[in-house]
């Protein structure tokens, strides 16, 4: 019979009240001897743990760096240092709310591909998490690829695995109103250099990677991994701004109609409209955000129909007010489209003299 549950997809065309949940949740897998507390959750520089070593320690200060703000929080998972897998963190993860995985040795270990069928598998099953990870192309949008060869700060210079719990940081720490192309990186000094086709075809190719400006280090442009799109992913899937809105209202809307609606009321016609109208207040409030400009809820009238039909019921004698309004046993069939705003990242302007 299954368990209740709540199917909510986007397509790009793109309860009680829902409740903006909080992004920004950095997760972190580390390998060290002292690994005999987990997890482990930091909020600012103080809650590091003594006990790690100082590469450690250093990549968690990365991610608390963020953007606009820090990180709402820091999970730290940390394994021995002699652990053959990360299954142990993993088992953790899949049950802990967080919205980036970072693991600084994961490149060094041999297992991008291992977290990347792991954060799919995630993401199918309904849990939005996505990964920032060195030098590999998932072409996924719940993975962030990042292939700037050297980052420098200083007389230090750090390769991408040893830069992504930084990037997770910064992402974690941008607002779902801006994007995090073009973030100063005001620690580093330089970077691998790239020319300006060699930037395009980075980014065409789904890679994350920031650049000289000749005053400072930026980030090039908030892409995730993925390269192939289809009808129901398009270009719009590729943005790490887009992807963390869709994730948020995915999980909000899950969340808030398992919390208050699942097992709640009776599945009448009266009570859906009452679900249409608190999803739709959601929508309100993230029209007067900033997130998104504009948006459609309803019943699907042609699901519903085909739901009938496989109960047995006549729906071809049967109006759409008919088939709108009858009687759907326990499942509940809406649909909505919603535009979300982009970050305005290309402005063209000629100018006549």
Do not use: H
């Given at each position: 019979?299954?368990?209740?549950?709540?199917?909510?997809?986007?397509?790009?065309?793109?309860?009680?009240?829902?409740?903006?949940?909080?992004?920004?949740?950095?997760?972190?897998?580390?390998?060290?001897?002292?690994?005999?507390?987990?997890?482990?959750?930091?909020?600012g520089t103080t809650d590091i743990p003594t006990g790690l070593t100082l590469d450690n320690k250093y990549q968690i200060a990365l991610a608390l760096m963020g953007y606009v703000k820090a990180p709402r929080k820091i999970i730290v998972y940390v394994l021995p240092a002699d652990a053959v897998?990360?299954?142990?963190?993993?088992?953790?993860?899949?049950?802990?709310?967080?919205?980036?995985?970072?693991?600084?040795?994961?490149?060094?270990?041999?297992?991008?591909?291992?977290?990347?069928?792991?954060?799919?598998?995630?993401?199918?099953?309904?849990?939005?998490?996505?990964?920032?990870?060195?030098?590999?192309?998932?072409?996924?949008?719940?993975?962030?690829?990042?292939?700037?060869?050297?980052?420098?700060?200083?007389?230090?210079?750090?390769?991408?695995?040893?830069?992504?719990?930084?990037?997770?940081?910064?992402?974690?720490?941008?607002?779902?109103?801006?994007?995090?192309?073009?973030?100063?990186?005001?620690?580093?000094?330089?970077?691998?250099?790239?020319?300006?086709?060699?930037?395009?075809?980075?980014?065409?190719?789904?890679?994350?990677?920031?650049?000289?400006?000749?005053?400072?280090?930026?980030?090039?442009?908030?892409?995730?991994?993925?390269?192939?799109?289809?009808?129901?992913?398009?270009?719009?899937?590729?943005?790490?701004?887009?992807?963390?809105?869709?994730?948020?209202?995915?999980?909000?809307?899950?969340?808030?109609?398992?919390?208050?609606?699942?097992?709640?009321?009776?599945?009448?016609?009266?009570?859906?409209?009452?679900?249409?109208?608190?999803?739709?207040?959601?929508?309100?409030?993230?029209?007067?955000?900033?997130?998104?400009?504009?948006?459609?809820?309803?019943?699907?009238?042609?699901?519903?129909?085909?739901?009938?039909?496989?109960?047995?019921?006549?729906?071809?004698?049967?109006?759409?007010?008919e088939i709108k309004v009858a009687d759907t046993q326990d499942k509940v069939f809406l649909k909505a489209a919603v535009n979300i705003l982009d970050a305005i990242e290309e402005i063209y302007l000629p100018i006549t003299i």
């Amino acid at each position: 019979m299954g368990i209740p549950s709540v199917n909510i997809s986007f397509t790009e065309k793109a309860i009680q009240s829902v409740q903006r949940s909080q992004r920004g949740i950095v997760a972190m897998i580390l390998k060290d001897a002292d690994s005999d507390q987990n997890p482990v959750t930091v909020f600012g520089t103080t809650d590091i743990p003594t006990g790690l070593t100082l590469d450690n320690k250093y990549q968690i200060a990365l991610a608390l760096m963020g953007y606009v703000k820090a990180p709402r929080k820091i999970i730290v998972y940390v394994l021995p240092a002699d652990a053959v897998d990360y299954n142990e963190a993993l088992t953790y993860f899949e049950t802990e709310r967080f919205d980036y995985l970072v693991i600084p040795t994961v490149e060094k270990d041999g297992k991008t591909q291992e977290v990347v069928s792991w954060i799919k598998a995630q993401r199918e099953n309904g849990k939005k998490c996505k990964a920032v990870l060195p030098n590999t192309k998932a072409d996924a949008e719940g993975i962030i690829n990042v292939t700037t060869k050297e980052f420098k700060a200083g007389e230090n210079v750090y390769s991408a695995a040893e830069y992504c719990a930084r990037i997770a940081g910064l992402i974690a720490g941008t607002p779902l109103t801006i994007s995090c192309s073009f973030a100063p990186i005001y620690e580093l000094t330089d970077c691998t250099r790239l020319t300006k086709e060699q930037m395009i075809a980075a980014v065409d190719a789904g890679e994350f990677i920031v650049f000289n400006d000749g005053e400072k280090i930026k980030v090039c442009k908030g892409v995730n991994s993925l390269v192939t799109t289809n009808a129901d992913k398009g270009n719009q899937f590729k943005k790490i701004k887009i992807v963390e809105a869709m994730d948020m209202i995915y999980d909000d809307i899950k969340k808030t109609a398992e919390d208050s609606y699942l097992g709640k009321y009776a599945n009448n016609y009266d009570n859906k409209c009452l679900l249409i109208s608190a999803i739709g207040g959601y929508f309100e409030q993230l029209i007067l955000d900033g997130i998104i400009s504009k948006y459609t809820i309803e019943i699907d009238i042609a699901a519903q129909k085909v739901f009938l039909k496989s109960i047995g019921q006549d729906v071809e004698n049967m109006s759409d007010n008919e088939i709108k309004v009858a009687d759907t046993q326990d499942k509940v069939f809406l649909k909505a489209a919603v535009n979300i705003l982009d970050a305005i990242e290309e402005i063209y302007l000629p100018i006549t003299i």
